[in-house]
């Protein structure tokens, strides 16, 4: 009888997961990605799939078209596999970070979805996959993770995910920061972005066409009008995020950033990303030099701040002055 080695049965076990709960099931290109193998590895484990779970059903093929492997209908899987531990603790993970970071929709979806995981097993295979879960969640520091954050209203977060499925138009009661009376603004949100502040990315109907940023906690009160409206052909919220350093937006500082960290900051800035479109490069002194496009000075000011008089700002201008004199060389750790 031919071995077969345990991590090769997780892997069928995990391709047959795939296959059952997409519903044109899984293709050998998406294998390929997931699992990290070469097509002709991936080849093999649908051969495996097939002769395992004789119900696979094959698609496609014909006139450069994909083949799909599927095993919709079969919900046996689940059932046989039960609750594994890891996958309940990384499900309370993203429940504790999505409540963590503000997203309280997102985390009462996720909890919903986890018990209705629950449900479909047996009380001993949850209360042992519950206390392995509570126990990886306690040691990688998931359970209590201290730090700043903001607080938002959850009606309001609710309200601005109405129109985002419409998408609909949003009548919204703003203070900006240097107002001194909130203000009624009409809207077309466009996403949500989540961190250490929570931001609506919308498009303010009173001014021009530009998608702005504008903080939830600084609105005061929100409601969905009945008015729907097309997006802007072609905005992607990803690129639109990368514009900026944080959360802010402005045409007029966009442009290179340029950061160098001395030979003794390097190790601890290598391991960071400090944006999503960076560029590293190694200089002669074993020091490390940063470059990407983003706005947001401000934002980055505070943040180098952190490292002392090891980082050096290159470019723009306006930053090195705006850090100029500010870097200290007291600090005992790095960040």
Not at 298 to 327: F, N, S
Request: glycine share 6%.
């Amino acid at each position: 009888m031919k071995y077969v080695p345990f991590s090769k049965t997780h892997e069928l076990l995990r391709l047959a997961d795939m296959a059952a709960a997409r519903e044109d099931g899984v293709s050998l290109e998406e294998i390929k990605q997931t699992f990290g193998v070469t097509h002709r590895s991936a080849q093999r484990m649908t051969q495996a799939l097939a002769q395992t779970f004789p119900s696979v059903v094959v698609s496609g093929g014909k006139r450069g078209e994909q083949k799909r492997w599927s095993l919709a209908g079969d919900e046996r899987l689940l059932h046989l596999k039960g609750i594994r531990d890891d996958e309940l603790s990384a499900l309370d993970m993203s429940i504790r970070r999505a409540e963590r970071e503000g997203a309280i929709t997102e985390a009462r979806a996720l909890a919903a979805l986890r018990d209705r995981l629950v449900v479909l097993h047996s009380t001993s295979e949850v209360v042992r996959a519950e206390a392995d879960a509570e126990a990886t969640l306690q040691a990688r520091g998931h359970a209590c993770r201290p730090g700043p954050s903001t607080a938002y209203d959850p009606a309001i977060l609710e309200i601005i995910d109405l129109a985002l499925k419409g998408p609909f138009r949003l009548e919204i009661t703003y203070l900006a920061e240097l107002d001194d009376v909130p203000r009624l603004r009409t809207v077309e949100p466009y996403g949500v972005l989540f961190g250490t502040r929570c931001y609506l990315a919308c498009r303010d109907l009173a001014a021009d066409e530009r998608i702005r940023n504008f903080r939830v906690d600084r609105i005061l009160h929100a409601r969905r009008l009945n008015d729907s409206f097309e997006r802007k052909p072609g905005f992607d919220l990803k690129q639109h995020v990368a514009r900026a350093f944080e959360s802010f937006h402005s045409e007029t500082e966009f442009g290179t950033v340029i950061w160098r960290f001395s030979s003794r900051a390097a190790r601890a800035a290598r391991n960071y990303v400090f944006h999503p479109n960076q560029t590293i490069e190694d200089d002669d002194d074993g020091g490390l030099i940063v470059s990407f496009e983003a706005a947001g000075w401000l934002e980055m000011a505070w943040h180098l701040y952190k490292w002392g008089d090891t980082v050096e700002v290159i470019a723009p201008e306006q930053l090195r002055r705006m850090v100029d004199g500010h870097r200290r060389d007291d600090f005992p750790s790095l960040p």
